[in-house]
């Protein structure tokens, strides 16, 4: 299994390629990328490769992603103790969601413990509606580098069923 500075080279590596094909493609004429969409993709990407990699699951060791979180890193120790590593976590659909929702409902508690304590505080507010322009090339940039990640571990896209009918044939 690559070790998490081998897994960033690759994602890295595999990001340049892909824009210089992209740009070439733009230049072409053949897709249409605007410099936004670009952004967004990017941002996804990279939070996906340095902040939420699958190996957060492993955040009672000394994880990459875990260490560029800094002080809060200790957040993720919880996800470390919920997700069995390269169990859901390392899942090509469900595991990059799990990452999410468990982020989101971090944020929720940070926020809620603020409101309590300090019901006036000024929060940053999320753009209602949120426009799928914004989505999906962050959802698109996230997904890929979860899945390069995948690949490079060696993890098939049928993981999580194979696990699932692993664990009947455990119990029939
Ligand atoms: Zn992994």
């Given at each position: 299994?690559?070790?998490?500075?081998?897994?960033?080279?690759?994602?890295?590596?595999?990001?340049?390629?892909?824009?210089?094909?992209?740009?070439?493609?733009t230049r072409e004429g053949h897709l249409s990328v605007t410099p936004l969409q670009a952004l967004h993709?990017?941002?996804g990407f990279f939070v996906g490769t340095f902040l939420l990699s699958p190996d957060l699951d492993l955040a009672e060791g000394r994880v990459d992603s875990k260490r560029r979180w800094g002080l809060l890193?200790?957040?993720?120790?919880p996800y470390g103790m919920l997700c069995r590593h390269r169990g859901l976590s390392h899942t090509w659909l469900l595991g990059p969601l799990t990452r999410l929702a468990y982020l989101a409902v971090i944020a929720g508690l940070?926020?809620?413990?603020?409101?309590?304590?300090?019901p006036d505080v000024p929060?940053?507010?999320?753009?209602?509606?949120?426009?799928?322009k914004v989505v999906v090339p962050l959802l698109t940039g996230y997904y890929l580098s979860q899945w390069?990640?995948?690949?490079?571990?060696?993890?098939?896209p049928d993981h999580g069923l194979r696990q699932a009918r692993r664990e009947v044939r455990k119990r029939c």
């Open positions: 299994m690559p070790s998490g500075r081998v897994h960033n080279l690759i994602n890295i590596a595999a990001y340049s390629v892909l824009s210089a094909g992209v740009l070439l493609v993709f990017s941002l890193g200790f957040l993720w120790v940070i926020v809620g413990l603020l409101r309590f304590v300090w929060l940053p507010r999320l753009p209602q509606p949120i426009s799928l390069l990640h995948l690949i490079a571990d060696g993890v098939r």
